[in-house]
């Protein structure tokens, strides 16, 4: 799907359509090719961060290590370590 993704980015075949203004042909951009194209790809993005999510997801994750101390009524202290 990898691959897929970067040809349809990579892909400017009909980004541009050739028009005539007055004697003279000029070219104008497409949009409809091109938010077709960026749909195409978001959805495949989409589809790709469901089927893999910690591999190919928007959000990082972060992780933290905490250590908590509690002290008893003899003064000693016991640890323990959380993620």
């Known amino acids: 799907m990898l691959d897929e993704l970067l040809e349809i980015a990579d892909d400017a075949q ?5 028009r005539m203004r007055g ?11 091109i938010n077709r194209s960026r749909l ?3 959805t495949r993005k989409w589809l790709l961060s ?6 190919n ?7 933290q290590r905490v250590q908590v101390v509690s ?13």
């Open 50 to 55: 469901k089927a893999l999510p910690k591999i």
């Open 23 to 33: 004697d003279e042909e000029i070219q104008v951009a497409n949009y409809e090719a």
């Open 40 to 42: 195409r790809v978001d």
């Open 57 to 63: 997801s928007d959000r990082q994750a972060a992780r």
């Open 14 to 18: 009909n980004d541009w359509i050739t």
């Open 71 to 83: 002290y008893d009524s003899t003064g000693t202290g016991a640890t323990s370590t959380k993620r």
